[in-house]
């Protein structure tokens, strides 16, 4: 299989690439009504490119012609006077075959199809046709029915979302785009697919490839693995998926490989019965027995998430830190309170806080007594440095718990609240961590400015932040899952001494 | 019982208003060393009365005598030439009895003491004969070892902690206060406590008062129930507890009480042996078995939560919704994705999503008809209106399904990012709401500023607003325990009659 998977994903790299690095795209329906999505992606591909944020150049294609936002439409994809291997499809259902046709005369690589009413509303022929058409021509399809693709380093960006929107009398952002990281996206829902990367945008957590793939008539979760798999900028794979119809062997069999080089995230709508009956009302797919699914991601060591929070805090665990090789956690705190409940959540989860042993307390008593350390700190791990606690008193008591071999991972609680510890704290702590491949995550509580910017300066130095304990518990969770997924391979040595630290 | 608490509540409410109302505040151990909390919060009170925000006047006391801030610093409590009821006393944990008995002869009712030093590290004998002086004089004591009390109406604020801190070469908003509202927070942890009011000014939670009784050596949870009772600010009690060591007993009859007529919710620390553990090491705590706390904690009907996050919302949604009359949720969406994991929690929880009978079913399909929402929308709760919902599709099926008895509560997922929905709805679903008793809770997904705009508009309006379907079911599971206790006690019709919207 290890030979098959790198020849499968070469495959799928040549096949899949025109949809994130074309030579040139063409919108086929771009529109003068400002309300329609053929008029939105044209638009905002048309800047990207003079921007120069899209390499891509973009031409426009409408029956009527005339020409847009300074851009000649062409009446037909033929008239364009040079190769089109991406299209970007917007028109009504029933013109899609012919449009299919003509592109792939021309030589048309990929079609990202946008339009709906395929078989999602039943119309399982026309799909079928389009099908059997792209598979006449060699084209590849992303769609009918999503938002299909946005690429945040080439700039390709298909979704028919301005940007902006009205609240009252102001523009907002509305419809944010990650900035450039190291996370694939593919959603079976559109509207979770860019509700997600609102969030993603306002966790500041990084996109390489966002793939909303609606009725997946043809690339579907496993073809977007494959392409993946050597895929540098991408990390962390995260899928949201509501059932997954076709070459379910495949997808074992390519995940499971996939899994062993780079973690998969997964968030299944439709675990319960209810759960179920809104998947089937929503894309037709047979959410099936979540028992099955649940053994299935088991298989292919992907990390299974139980809500929406938690897929984000898993992915962006999983995207700077690296897997962790046992379940014995440390907590390293300046709150009680903070401390027992990620104590309280790690126990729930199955993880280890054990202890101290007899060296380790010797150490951090001796950095106390020299005045290092506060003398109202305890040891128990939690360790809790306590409200006096200075960087001094983190940065010892880190580096005593990343050199000890009994904890497999760190929770840093620092609330910023504490008079004695100044801002320079993060990148002293962040320093010290580079120097170990020992996975850590950070929690502040808090929601106003100074719990935000110390967060978000965690983050950016690779250290994932988190605004409650049971959060971060969480993520070292899914570290440690990793981790003992790896194990049972015999793989986590070889993968610790390949991982680097994500730069950005 | 009935007569004797609202006897004990007139009681409490008279000897601990000195705490929030005082005539005169003195701080014993006001400093002239910024970084000493005498400094601190002499500072701060000092400040609060001269802007206005303080009817109390202010004194300070140190024995060196002099001047801070334009006032007198007085020797002794015994020279401050007008009567003092409320004394902060930071001063070293050894001079605090002293304090007590000059303050007693001087009639003081209630001292707020900071200073720390007594059970918490074994001074078990010190805080006996702190506690025996105060019985002697008649004085109430909140603390040792906390953070002591905020009213975000009186501007009483006893914090030690300034609002803000340098960050690099910045200064940021480090311990906010929260604006005035409906929440009393009442917890065992100090640094829990204070970051748990960065958390709610982020969330825009008001808060009625603050207490962290620190040791507790007088005033627990008890007293506080007892006084909030009748303190109209206050709609809605959360305790962050670790253990309840003195008077259980007395806890379970009045919080049963407390109950039946605002809702106490509860977040307990050390729910496992490795938090228990942590508990013990923190407050000396006998966290105990958890069997017992949560058999209490049923008993006396209050919500008991899982994490931070639930705490905080499940705090906003009793704050400002009804209690639901029955576990039949609808769920109406505009994203089938974020309507499928509401279900699922839903359903995780033991919540109902019934779908809809005949008759609503029948009016929808009209209105569908009629063009008043999408032909692409479903209806079979979720209520799916599709990426093409309108303003106007919105308030048909909320108006059609909140008049249908079949349902309890409704979740009302709206996605700002799809083109039809405009800024207006927010005010027009909310105008709608207001003639139901029948509790709802809405949910926009994503962290950019349009999706924090939606929210907050949302909970202005009183409709409590969450960030994932997850979080906004649990919220929905708050409201729906808290019906159930009520109904268990005969006691719902009554209190929804009694039920007004809080405005703010």
Same mark, same amino acid.
């Given at each position: 299989?290890?030979?098959?998977?790198?020849?499968?994903?070469?495959?799928?790299?040549?096949?899949?690439?025109?949809?994130?690095?074309?030579?040139?795209?063409?919108?086929?329906?771009?529109?003068?009504?400002?309300?329609?999505?053929?008029?939105?992606?044209?638009?905002?591909?048309?800047?990207?490119?003079?921007?120069?944020?899209?390499?891509?150049?973009?031409?426009?294609?409408?029956?009527?012609?005339?020409?847009?936002?300074?851009?000649?439409?062409?009446?037909?994809?033929?008239?364009?006077?040079?190769?089109?291997?991406?299209?970007?499809?917007?028109?009504?259902?029933?013109?899609?075959?012919?449009?299919?046709?003509?592109?792939?005369?021309?030589?048309?690589?990929?079609?990202?199809?946008?339009?709906?009413?395929?078989?999602?509303?039943?119309?399982?022929?026309?799909?079928?046709?389009?099908?059997?058409?792209?598979?006449?021509?060699?084209?590849?399809?992303?769609?009918?029915?999503?938002?299909?693709?946005?690429?945040?380093?080439?700039?390709?960006?298909?979704?028919?979302?301005?940007?902006?929107?009205?609240?009252?009398?102001?523009?907002?952002?509305?419809?944010?785009?990650?900035?450039?990281?190291?996370?694939?996206?593919?959603? *079976?829902?559109? #509207?979770? &697919?860019?509700? +997600?990367?609102?969030?993603?945008? /306002?966790? @500041?957590? %990084? =996109?390489?490839?966002?793939?909303?793939?609606?009725?997946?008539?043809?690339?579907?979760?496993?073809?977007?693995?494959?392409?993946?798999?050597?895929?540098?900028?991408?990390?962390?794979?995260?899928?949201?998926?509501?059932?997954?119809?076709?070459?379910?062997?495949?997808?074992?069999?390519?995940?499971?490989?996939?899994?062993?080089?780079?973690?998969?995230?997964?968030?299944?709508?439709?675990?319960?019965?209810?759960?179920?009956?809104?998947?089937?009302?929503?894309?037709?797919?047979?959410?099936?027995?979540?028992?099955?699914?649940?053994?299935?991601?088991?298989?292919?060591?992907?990390?299974?998430?139980?809500?929406?929070?938690?897929?984000?805090?898993?992915?962006?665990?999983?995207?700077? *830190?690296?897997? #962790?090789? &046992?379940?014995? +956690?440390?907590?390293?705190?300046? /709150?009680? @309170?903070? %401390? =027992?409940?990620?104590?309280?959540?790690?126990?729930?989860?199955?993880?280890?806080?054990?202890?101290?042993?007899?060296?380790?307390?010797?150490?951090?008593?001796?950095?106390?007594?020299?005045?290092?350390?506060?003398?109202?700190?305890?040891?128990?791990?939690?360790?809790?440095?306590?409200?006096?606690?200075?960087?001094?008193?983190?940065?010892?008591?880190?580096?005593?718990?990343?050199?000890?071999?009994?904890?497999?991972?760190?929770?840093?609680?620092?609330?910023?609240?504490?008079?004695?510890?100044?801002?320079?704290?993060?990148?002293?702590?962040?320093?010290?961590?580079?120097?170990?491949?020992?996975?850590?995550?950070?929690?502040?509580?808090?929601?106003?400015?100074?719990?935000?910017?110390?967060?978000?300066?965690?983050?950016?130095?690779?250290?994932?932040?988190?605004?409650?304990?049971?959060? %971060? =518990?969480?993520?070292?969770?899914?570290?440690?899952?990793?981790?003992?997924?790896?194990?049972?391979?015999?793989?986590?040595?070889?993968?610790?001494?390949?991982?680097?630290?994500?730069?950005?």
């Amino acid at each position: 299989m290890n030979m098959d998977i790198n020849i499968l994903a070469e495959t799928a790299r040549r096949s899949l690439d025109p949809f994130f690095n074309p030579k040139n795209i063409a919108v086929i329906g771009a529109s003068r009504d400002p309300y329609s999505p053929g008029w939105v992606i044209f638009k905002l591909l048309t800047e990207a490119h003079k921007a120069g944020k899209l390499k891509a150049k973009v031409f426009g294609v409408n029956p009527k012609g005339g020409s847009l936002f300074g851009n000649t439409l062409y009446k037909n994809i033929n008239e364009i006077p040079c190769d089109v291997d991406h299209i970007v499809v917007v028109v009504p259902a029933r013109y899609v075959p012919k449009v299919l046709e003509d592109a792939g005369k021309k030589g048309t690589k990929v079609a990202t199809i946008i339009s709906a009413g395929f078989s999602e509303i039943g119309n399982v022929e026309l799909e079928e046709q389009v099908i059997k058409l792209a598979r006449t021509y060699g084209i590849r399809i992303i769609g009918p029915n999503g938002l299909g693709v946005f690429d945040a380093y080439s700039g390709i960006d298909t979704m028919f979302l301005p940007y902006n929107k009205a609240a009252g009398d102001r523009e907002l952002l509305a419809a944010p785009r990650p900035k450039p990281g190291f996370v694939m996206f593919i959603s *079976q829902s559109g #509207a979770l &697919g860019v509700s +997600v990367l609102d969030y993603m945008y /306002g966790e @500041g957590l %990084g =996109i390489s490839k966002f793939i909303s793939y609606g009725n997946k008539a043809d690339v579907d979760e496993t073809d977007a693995l494959l392409y993946a798999l050597e895929d540098e900028k991408t990390r962390v794979v995260m899928i949201y998926v509501e059932g997954i119809k076709k070459q379910g062997k495949k997808f074992v069999e390519i995940g499971k490989e996939f899994s062993k080089r780079k973690p998969i995230v997964i968030l299944k709508g439709g675990r319960t019965s209810a759960g179920a009956r809104a998947a089937a009302s929503h894309t037709a797919s047979l959410a099936g027995n979540i028992k099955i699914y649940d053994a299935v991601f088991n298989e292919i060591g992907a990390i299974v998430c139980n809500d929406l929070t938690e897929f984000l805090d898993t992915t962006k665990a999983l995207a700077f *830190q690296p897997p #962790a090789a &046992g379940r014995n +956690v440390a907590i390293i705190t300046n /709150g009680g @309170g903070a %401390g =027992i409940l990620a104590s309280d959540k790690a126990e729930m989860l199955g993880l280890n806080i054990p202890p101290p042993q007899d060296d380790l307390l010797k150490k951090l008593k001796t950095a106390q007594k020299e005045g290092l350390i506060p003398p109202v700190a305890t040891f128990a791990n939690p360790f809790d440095l306590s409200g006096s606690a200075t960087n001094e008193s983190y940065k010892v008591a880190l580096e005593y718990v990343l050199s000890d071999n009994s904890y497999d991972a760190i929770l840093l609680i620092a609330l910023h609240h504490v008079p004695l510890l100044t801002s320079e704290f993060i990148d002293e702590i962040a320093n010290i961590t580079f120097k170990y491949k020992k996975p850590i995550v950070a929690v502040d509580v808090g929601g106003a400015e100074m719990a935000i910017w110390v967060r978000e300066k965690f983050d950016r130095l690779g250290i994932p932040a988190y605004p409650t304990p049971e959060r %971060g =518990i969480s993520a070292l969770n899914a570290l440690v899952k990793y981790g003992t997924f790896l194990k049972k391979h015999n793989l986590l040595n070889e993968y610790l001494n390949k991982w680097t630290k994500p730069t950005r």
